[in-house]
């Protein structure tokens, strides 16, 4: 009791130093002063009178802006040394509240949003926590550091995946751009110039750009996952597998080049896909998994595949996937690579055929007529390739039907060339003739 009277009377003392040295305007006085407050309030474990301190400093006519910013850096020292779960909240609670709509602790505030947000995740309310970490966009805040926004923005992201909110952890993810993880980091800073907003230093739990880049590239991955986005996930385990430090370690970067494999396979085909199976083809360290370049060998070459046959070599290292880095390819990639296989074969026939009747197109892919032109008809509707079933004759014609258009432009381009012959050997005749003229002149 009578160390709380003298407490209270040091307090009171040190409010009216304060007082003076706001109403002097003396900041660094002022400062001193707040923060020798809160210290007292520390050092006697009294964490309710804190918290009534801090509210009471910074409600204080005239309060000066320098003083309620050093108020909150040195009550957030504080939190760790907390006594309980209940003490920490209340603490974070009351700096959030006094640090709201004040531009000059923007950053503050966001590092105790995320210090709650990380409370709640911890007490399974993840709903209530990407709630919290939802209110901060802390894209507008020109004094952060480039790396401790971007692990922010990468946190709401995990937080809205976690409570299955898609749509939102898409919106939030395109306030990253790729291309900031290619910066060179290694240039020098500049010196800020007289006026600019000086950038504050990132906190050391802050991961690298690099780190960070990972760790986008798999919440991308999770994102793209849930809609079995196949290329847009082979994209982003090729952007792991560019990192340095997984290229580097071949432990970490077989798995991902597994990844990618595979994901190109089941990516429909598309520009994109052909590009990046070529790509990948010629990496050198395919030749360490052999079997993965015969499998995407297989794909580019103009070949029919037996799905049992492949089905039979590779599915021991389909199902190893869930045990490897990422974990499975997913519930639909067995059915999906089943479907990009038989797709690969219609484009193989309709390369090789403009004519061929359904039933010798059933037995090339080893289904029933029903199923051959089922999967022939989508994708004809997908505008993978243009073909025609003659159901009553039971013939598929891929021949692309020509307008009148087309069929006159090409008959005029056939007459153009068989003009130009028709001058070239003209032309050649009469230089014969002329040669020859000379030779019985002589």
Request: with cysteine; aromatic share 6%.
């Amino acid at each position: 009791m009578e160390g709380k009277a003298n407490l209270e009377s040091a307090i009171e003392q040190l409010q009216n130093v304060e007082k003076q040295m706001r109403l002097a305007g003396d900041v660094a006085g002022t400062k001193k002063a707040v923060t020798d407050i809160l210290q007292l309030c520390f050092e006697a474990k009294d964490w309710k009178m804190l918290n009534d301190q801090i509210v009471l400093l910074s409600k204080k006519r005239g309060q000066l802006k320098q003083a309620v910013a050093a108020m909150v850096q040195q009550a957030m020292q504080y939190i760790d040394e907390t006594p309980d779960l209940d003490t920490r909240i209340e603490l974070i609670k009351t700096l959030n509240t006094v640090s709201a709509g004040k531009i000059y602790v923007e950053i503050e505030r966001a590092r105790l949003i995320k210090k709650l947000a990380k409370i709640k995740e911890e007490q399974g309310l993840i709903a209530e926590a990407a709630d919290l970490m939802q209110e901060v966009a802390v894209e507008t805040f020109g004094a952060m550091a480039k790396t401790e926004k971007i692990a922010f923005i990468l946190e709401q992201v995990r937080l809205c995946l976690d409570r299955q909110d898609y749509v939102r952890a898409q919106i939030l993810s395109r306030k990253i751009s790729p291309r900031v993880f290619d910066a060179d980091t290694s240039k020098e800073k500049k010196k800020p110039k007289e006026g600019d907003n000086v950038v504050e230093e990132a906190p050391a739990d802050i991961p690298s750009l690099l780190e960070l880049k990972r760790i986008y590239y798999e919440l991308m991955i999770r994102y793209y996952s849930h809609n079995n986005d196949y290329i847009e996930i082979c994209r982003c385990y090729k952007a792991i597998y560019e990192i340095p430090s997984v290229k580097e370690n071949p432990a970490q970067w077989i798995p991902v080049l597994r990844k990618i494999c595979w994901y190109l396979v089941l990516s429909p085909h598309d520009p994109m896909q052909s590009s990046l199976l070529n790509s990948t083809l010629e990496d050198k360290n395919l030749s360490e998994i052999p079997k993965f370049k015969v499998l995407l060998k297989q794909l580019v070459t103009m070949e029919v595949i037996l799905w049992t046959s492949l089905w039979n070599t590779y599915k021991d290292e389909f199902d190893n996937e869930k045990n490897l880095l990422g974990g499975s390819l997913g519930d639909k990639a067995a059915e999906d690579l089943k479907q990009r296989i038989i797709e690969h074969n219609i484009l193989v026939v309709s390369r090789y055929y403009s004519r061929i009747t359904v039933k010798r197109l059933a037995e090339l892919l080893c289904l029933s007529i029903q199923e051959a032109e089922k999967h022939l008809s989508d994708m004809v509707v997908s505008k993978a390739l243009v073909a025609k079933i003659d159901r009553p004759m039971g013939i598929v014609c891929f021949q692309v039907a020509k307008d009148s258009n087309d069929i006159l432009n090409s008959w005029s381009m056939n007459l153009e060339k068989l003009l130009d012959l028709v001058e070239k050997s003209c032309h050649q005749i009469h230089k014969e003739t002329m040669v020859h003229k000379t030779a019985l002149k002589v």
